[in-house]
Every structure is written in C-alpha cells, then in structure tokens.
Nanobody, 120 residues
Framework: QVQLVESGGGLVQPGGSLRLSCAAS????????MGWFRQALGKQRELVAR???????NYADSGKGRFTISRDNAENTVYLQMNSLKPEDTAVYYC??????????????WGQGTQVTVSS
C-alpha cells in the first residue's frame, strides 16, 4: 500500500506565495515521476508541473516562471513552490506519482488534494 499526504495549501493574497508538499510512504521500491495537478471549480483537472526521477521538469504554460517543482528522493517528497500567485490559480491541487512497490508492481497514485485560494 502507498499513501500520499499533502500539505501547504491555504488562503493567500494575489502576489503571494505558497509551498505545497506531498510525502509518499508505504511499500515503495521506487518512485518514478512525481507531479502536481489542479482542478478549479467547474473545470477539468490539469497538469501543473512534473518532475522525473532524474530531475527533469516540465511545466504547464500557466505556471512557467512562477512555479518551481522539486523533489527529495531520500524523503519520497515532492514540492511545489508557487510565487506571484493569481486568483486564477485558485483550485484544489493534487499530488500525482508513479510508484513501483514491493510485490504489487507499478501504479499511479493520487493525493487527497489541498485547497489553494488566491483572493484579496
């Protein structure tokens, strides 16, 4: 079994910053890619950023230059530093990972989601 625990969401004013964290635990042999998605009210879930096991990153255009994804492989944790936040960044943010476990093969896992609200 694998668990993903997210933290760091909240209410922030436009122009502010937040740092999201997602820690994976359980019967983990290897974590492959890790990433963040978001879903705004009434909209489809969309990719925000992704980082491979080797550290290669890719970002949605909406976050380029403002968001930074990173990971701590020793702690099985992925981070999303979000700066210069805008009201349109308001959404539930979900951690997403591809994990190879001991005995159960590989699979995709999602966090429970953390609310980010950007408002004055």
């Amino acid at each position: 079994q694998v668990q993903l625990v997210e933290s760091g969401g909240g209410l922030v004013q436009p122009g502010g910053s937040l740092r999201l964290s997602c820690a994976a635990s359980g019967s983990i042999f290897r974590i492959n890619s890790m990433g963040w998605f978001r879903q705004a009210l009434g909209k489809q879930r969309e990719l925000v950023a992704r980082i491979t096991s080797g550290g290669r990153t890719n970002y949605a255009d909406s976050g380029k230059g403002r968001f930074t994804i990173s990971r701590d492989n020793a702690e099985n944790t992925v981070y999303l530093q979000m700066n210069s936040l805008k009201p349109e960044d308001t959404a539930v943010y979900y951690c997403n990972t591809y994990i190879t476990t001991y005995g159960s093969g590989s699979g995709e896992y999602w966090g429970q989601g953390t609310q980010v609200t950007v408002s004055s």
